[in-house]
Every structure is written in structure tokens, then in C-alpha cells.
């Protein structure tokens, strides 16, 4: 699906927030407490990067099934819809321990992650230091200001399982669109709020889905928006299989499987869990 423009224009988003398809902490019956995601509040990044810095103290361990075969399928959605090139320099924002950006170093010339966790960085580094990958370099930064990345210098920005904990996204698409090269791409996976998981059946269960309190997801419509805001004027969206296994119980996780599979033969997209996304930076018109 190609996108050129959208229905909702700036002023309609701008003038209300992000559409929140969860529950906090705060608002969920007593007695549903233990169920699911317990919230962590966060107000600003010290506090999301403390939130990653304890997650990379465990070793940041896959949650959502078998750590392979998930790797290997946000690869192929990478490839598919970015079209990656041996020529090209890629920015992972919110990088975590690297492992994307590992598994792309022998098809690009150069791999730059980023995240705001020590931590996390961290673990990449320590990961690179017993790797062959040459061409991996990993820094502490913040997707919202890029302040180490030059202008003009990234040919491909990929961004899997972390837009949703940023606090600002406009401020990073902008910081996205000023590091990219015309004709350079961002990609993004990330949990769609329009998914019946979130914007149904875990508010009638009474089911927190957010880690912290700060997260928020977008709908294909708010994200386009986005996008187009930032100054990017063609995308191409659509859906990907995720299922938060490691965020519910495990009849639920089945639950949620079998919509998938549901989903994936129906074409409900609103069934798969997943928005995958790839927006270009096109010259602008003289």
C-alpha cells in the first residue's frame, strides 16, 4: 500500500493527543493488578533510560517467542520493504543489544546504533567486541535530536520495537528526516493501536499492555500524519505478525495466535498486532 497524502490533516492531530488504546496502571480494576503489564511511570528520558538500563541488566532476553525465528522474520519485513542496498549506511534507532543490526552487517557497508541506555549499548558493544562486524559502530544518543549524526548521511533508518517507548515523535521523524540522504528511507515495526488486542478485548479484560507509562501507539492514519508533517511524501505501509507472548499469559498468547492466523487468511490487519512502515525523503519540488 503507497501513500501519498492522508484525510486527517496536521491541525486535526496536532489539536488532540495520541490516540491511547491502553490502560495505566492507574486506571485498571483493583483486583486485575497482576494481570499482564505491570507500568512503569516514566515522565522523561532519565527515566526510560533507568526503565532500559534495568532491562539490559538481564541481558535483554527475547520475550515474544523463539528469539531466532523472530529476528530472521523482522529481517525479511526489513528487506522487503526497504530494499536494502550493499552500499548503504544504516542508522538502528533504538538499537537495544545490536542484534538487528548484526544481522544486516553483511549486507551493508556501514551499521550505526543508537539508544539512550548505557546499558543497552553496552551489551552491544560487548556483542561487537566478539563479532567480525567491522563496519558496527554503537553510541549512547537520543533518537529525538540524532546530535551525533551528520546531515544528509544515512541512507536508511530502521527503528523495530522502539518508536512506541519515544516521548516525541515528531521530534524524532524531524531528527530522522534531517540524518537522511534524498531518497533514503526510514522503516519502522511497531505495535498498531488499531489491533483488536489493544483497542478491545485487554480494556474489557482488564489486561495493562503498557511497560511504561509513557508509551503510546499509533494507528496507520496517525502515523501517516506524522510522516507527512516531517516532510516525507511517500510511504508504504501495512501489517506484521506480533503477538506479546511474553507480555500475557499463555492461553492468551494462544488467543492471540490464532488471530493472527486468522488475520493473515482474512486480511483483517487490525488481527496481526503489527504496523510495519517505510517512508522516503524525497527532493523537494523547485
Not at 51 to 74: K, M, V, W
Request: aromatic share 8%; net charge positive; charged share 25%.
Amino acid at each position: 500500500m503507497i501513500q501519498k497524502r492522508n484525510s486527517i490533516s496536521p491541525a486535526d492531530l496536532a489539536g488532540r493527543p495520541l490516540r491511547e488504546q491502553t490502560l495505566g496502571t492507574k486506571g485498571r480494576r483493583p483486583w486485575s493488578t497482576f494481570r499482564g503489564v505491570r507500568t512503569t511511570p516514566s515522565c522523561n528520558t532519565a527515566d526510560i533510560r533507568s526503565f532500559f538500563d534495568r532491562c539490559a541488566s538481564t541481558g535483554s532476553p527475547e520475550q515474544h517467542g523463539d528469539p531466532q525465528r523472530l529476528l530472521e522474520y523482522r529481517i525479511a519485513l526489513v528487506r522487503n520493504l526497504a530494499r536494502i542496498r550493499p552500499s548503504d549506511v544504516v542508522l538502528d534507532l533504538g538499537c537495544g543489544n545490536g542484534h538487528h543490526l548484526f544481522a544486516l552487517a553483511p549486507e551493508v557497508a556501514r551499521g550505526i546504533g543508537i539508544d539512550v541506555s548505557p546499558g543497552m549499548i553496552a551489551l552491544a558493544r560487548a556483542r561487537l567486541r566478539n563479532s567480525a562486524c567491522a563496519n558496527l559502530t554503537f553510541e549512547v544518543g537520543n533518537a529525538e535530536e540524532l546530535n551525533a549524526i551528520p546531515d544528509q548521511s544515512v541512507d536508511l533508518a530502521i527503528c523495530i520495537g522502539a518508536f512506541e517507548h519515544m516521548l516525541d515523535k515528531r521530534a524524532v521523524l524531524a531528527s530522522v528526516y534531517r540524518v537522511l540522504k534524498i531518497g533514503g528511507r526510514f522503516f519502522c515495526l511497531t505495535p498498531d493501536a488499531d489491533y483488536v488486542w489493544y483497542r478491545t478485548i485487554a480494556p474489557v479484560l482488564g489486561f495493562g499492555t503498557k511497560h511504561l507509562s509513557s508509551d503510546r501507539t499509533l494507528t496507520r492514519e496517525e502515523f501517516s500524519v506524522l510522516l507527512d508533517q516531517a516532510g516525507f511524501r511517500c510511504s508504504r505501509s501495512g501489517p506484521w505478525t506480533f503477538v506479546p507472548k511474553g507480555d500475557v499469559p499463555a492461553l492468551v498468547a494462544l488467543l492471540l495466535t490464532m488471530l493472527d492466523v486468522i488475520g493473515r487468511h482474512a486480511r483483517l490487519d487490525s488481527f496481526r498486532g503489527g504496523l510495519s512502515l517505510c517512508a522516503w525523503k524525497e527532493a523537494k519540488p523547485t
